[in-house]
């Protein structure tokens, strides 16, 4: 998603909040209309564009069906069609909420979340039936026991169940409340109740995004590590549990990465891209392969260089607690960190 | 359960919550009334023909002592006995919930959660009882400071019971509240417990839940790994192994499960049931104890064909992180996967 | 703790909550009266009778001095005292609820609790730290904002963190709400704070009961692995192996564990009692070191036989997930199983 | 953060508290105005005095931008500066709130935490942004269902908002809700999503804090196992095994580890510092590198001595649980405390 869509979301989504903001639409309408014209032009123009793309390449229906290209035109039909039809353009507009829905393709945790919900879609349905269950059972009876004394709050099995969602889910508005004993006695039932659906509902969703997590990591990992020749006499076991132990981190470029002074806890692997040592007198630069920071974890606590990235890169990094473990299992690979690690004292001695 | 039992459930159900909603009720109260007999009549209908079934069987104790048979029996005849002890209708049907309670047995997840209570049930009870001791000091407390000031919300401890529920549960109705100093930080003290008692019952129904899982999902697989000719040659400790990385996946008939173009990232075997290969120009189909999709972890991105379910079949997936895995400590299956590959391709070009 | 020590606290602690109900006392203040004044007596003979044993064996300073000791003695002396120092008897007998605390020791999950708040002491009181530390800015930045226009609600910082403790926790009485713009800002702020902090006390609870779970069943557990001689051929690491698979079950006598024509997914070892096999035509009885439900295991899927303690018993089950991960990695185990199975075949049939 | 500081701290706080509550501060004003200057004097002071180090080191603008830099010149200006700016002195005086902060550096728990917010910042954020997409689309929906009924509560989009977050939160004041059968259905499913925000974050959190305490624990063990000079023979592969086992207690002089006739479920190693154990008829005092209460490991369930620090001291805590695991793995570590334990009952007798 680029800067400027970005901008407009938030341009218009704000022009669409403050338009329902009396005194201050009533002191700045103009303005308010030409940015809800000009966001409006614009995702019209994107939605256009992305159109034309996708018959171009020929793949009009896969867009078209997906949920992007549902965002796409909602985001540029709905306010034009409802104001067509004669709606009031206060309310029209508020249709403009289909535009803040286009940032969501673009936030790389949703695809995790998503498959937690389906991968975890039985356990979380078990507990939906359980909570609708205590749901109705709860409406019935508190309808049964309060209805005469309170019938303004509890006249109707749905009155009733407003009242059972806010007190379930431990909201509790406070507007409808039993007074019979009775009503009470279940009341805290149902909150007691809510508590437990709750826990459920947390240990179902922690367990299902520890499992995702650590899949995500590996999955992002392996391709790179596979690229690093320092891993490359590791046998394809030994890469998996290497693989598990390091971290990928994404840099633009010109980010500082290490900082001379600070204390360090990890060493970094460059999988692509090529980092700047800023040593006193001269620069060296490491490419593809090469490792850094390793000092910090043999012994040397504080960064002894600045190193900055060049251009985008793709970093690997190993713990200090991991990198122990890795020396622990794999004693080799300790000797060639230390080996270099030797060399470079000396070199810049 | 059967799919018209549960659109009678939901019928049932709903035309019983109408009855309690005045204006819809007294717009349909023919619909409503024949809607709800009509249910009935299934309910009894229903019941009568399991009774049946279970004294053929000579097992008819077993099933009337049993979850399943009690709510049947409430089911059919909770109604109609409140009809003739001469309760008004509108209550009477009310006793219709139980017909809901006729969908539990079918959720498949709701016995996986029973584990987990009668496992855990030690921990659970200290949180309960840690929550009521919290509960009742704190109602004796606000009672002995409050019930001068406000005798219509604390005027006795029940009533200050009713408090205290709401507030450690962190539901929090508004309707009762201390106002002397001394009050209100006691009530702060029973809020901070209510997270605590909170974080406790989580912590422990996710720990549970992640076991459960874990073992549930073991079960399901172990029967079909071992029918897979493929993991056949491993030995028992490997086949335990491999079991925890698989996932079984349950298909009907005619369902797609790789759709060409599509990126994947993960193989299946057949344990049970037939798929067929829309190649292009021929159909091939795999049946028990074959593999498909394994050409997406072998480094093609892309699935390079349509593969759909014949008939009721039952597959075990093998995600790409677990597929590393699993080549890394067997290689000779990663070899057989490798040359079937092959094989494969070369058939097809 | 004796059944006739819970009777003393249950009917005391309810007594004493009559004693606050106007027309229940009014219907029955003789009973109540007599009954609390019983409790009473009970408590203060429990209590002479223990200092006089911890007088007996030495041990006088240790008992008093213990938290049993406090709540024994808080228990017998509260509520006399009250009564001399002519505070009015409904006051008094409030006191009563130190009773309460007499069933906290023999709660056993309560220990557990214990070594999990002591051990994530650490972490626990920074999220404590945290919170105070949000409320106190909260209440400061409120107060500044909503005392001019909500003095009633937000007249003093101390009246502003009673809003914003029930915020904090996402209680939300709502008897005190911001009304300025940035005054609801700010709420917002902390109200998604305290999901925040509720997450973080809810996760290192949870981390640390699921540590404390596991250490908590294998301390319970080793003692009677090494009881069974079926596991004395193994050597310490099996045995702390087999542990981690094995649950202690304590059972009393006359107990039934396995119903004939059930369904079955574990077998049990007999670690201290004694069990009886209710075979057609005869009663086998197995002592300690023996084991039984292994055909469940080995591919017949429903008991066989009704099975039950003849004394009290503790049993070590076996679940059929890890009995399988146990065969295949102690296949020698595995062969004593089968062998005997097929023995008890072959003898029953 | 010297304990001077933290009183400071908190009476400056309790006293800014103080001079917001109007009838104490009437009766106090002469103390409350005093101590307020002091410690403002004492944090100017603290401020000065650190400036001059910095300037001394060097290392000024390091220290004039960190946390604790801007913390300590807020404290020693906020307050001077507003009440030269002619604001009131009880609004000026609160902007002491800055001096609760310098309470968070000495937090040991909160870098861990920090570290937690960071690695799982990714999925933190697709969090948030699910919670800001249900929140606005909330709003707008009930917004144009409810503006109409009810213009007081719902009358603009950003009042919506005030509800909207109120209810996804689940803290539900209650001062504002929907009346509409519509508005409430949209409104029982935003605390439905409110309930799975509330566990989303909760596990993500729950999953990176168990990750960083594990880690945490390792790093603080490591450099102290090393010292160790009993685990010196173990290969460091064995060494990264047994720190995965211990636990660092750091203690003062003079604290009690073991009492005598206490049951014992532990073991200890000295990494630094010195101990006293309490024989009868002489003191033995055991150095770095040494271990003690073995016996109620091998059997002996009661400590038979006391043993106390002598000066602040570091020892590693090996669990009952983890003592096996331990024998099991490395036997000959076992046969090391075993014939040590034997020589100390010898010697004892």
């Known amino acids: 998603m680029t800067k400027a869509a970005i901008a407009a979301v938030i341009c218009g989504v ?3 909040v403050l338009l329902t903001v009396e005194p201050a639409y009533a002191a700045a309408h103009h303005w308010v209309d030409a940015l809800l014209w000009a966001c409006l032009a ?3 123009l994107e939605w256009a564009i992305r159109l034309r793309h996708a018959f171009g390449a020929g ?3 896969a867009y078209v069906c997906s949920f992007r290209g549902f965002v796409d035109a909602a985001s540029a039909l709905a306010v034009p069609i409802a104001l067509a039809a004669g709606i009031s353009p206060r309310s029209a507009w508020l249709l403009g909420i289909f535009w803040m829905l286009k940032v969501l393709p673009g936030v790389r945790g949703l695809r995790q979340l998503r498959r937690v919900l389906v991968l975890e879609s039985g356990p979380l349905l078990s507990v939906l039936v359980i909570f609708l269950t205590v749901l109705f059972m709860a409406s019935v009876a508190e309808f049964y026991l309060e209805h005469d004394v309170q019938p303004a709050g509890f006249g109707s099995v749905p009155a009733a169940m407003w009242w059972a969602v806010a007190t379930l889910t431990t909201t509790g508005y406070g507007d409808v409340v039993p007074i019979t004993p009775l009503g009470r006695i279940i009341a805290a039932v149902v909150m007691i109740c809510g508590l437990g659906v709750f826990g459920l509902w947390t240990g179902i969703l922690a367990t299902g995004f520890a499992a995702e997590t ?3 990591n590996f999955l992002r990992t392996w391709e790179s590590v596979s690229k690093v020749p320092f891993f490359a006499s590791l046998g394809p076991a030994a890469i998996a549990d290497v693989t598990h132990m390091l971290r990928t981190i994404d840099l633009p470029a010109r980010t500082a990465i290490i900082r001379k002074g600070q204390a360090g806890d990890c060493m970094y ?5 090529e980092v700047e040592v800023d040593l006193p007198g001269k620069k060296v630069t490491l490419g593809e392969g090469a ?6 974890l043999l012994g040397n606590n504080l960064r002894s260089a600045n190193i900055t990235t060049t251009r985008v890169s793709q970093l690997l990094a190993l713990d200090l607690v991991d990198f122990r473990l890795l020396m622990a299992r794999h004693p080799d690979l300790g000797e060639t960190i230390d080996a270099e690690a030797k060399r470079r004292v000396l070199e810049n001695k």
């Open 14 to 16: 704000a022009m669409m």
């Open 269 to 273: 692997f460059i999988s692509s891209g």
């Open 42 to 44: 614009f995702f019209v």
């Open 59 to 61: 793949r009009q229906w």
């Open 291 to 296: 490792f850094f920071g390793e000092m910090a």
């Open 214 to 216: 650590r899949r995500d």
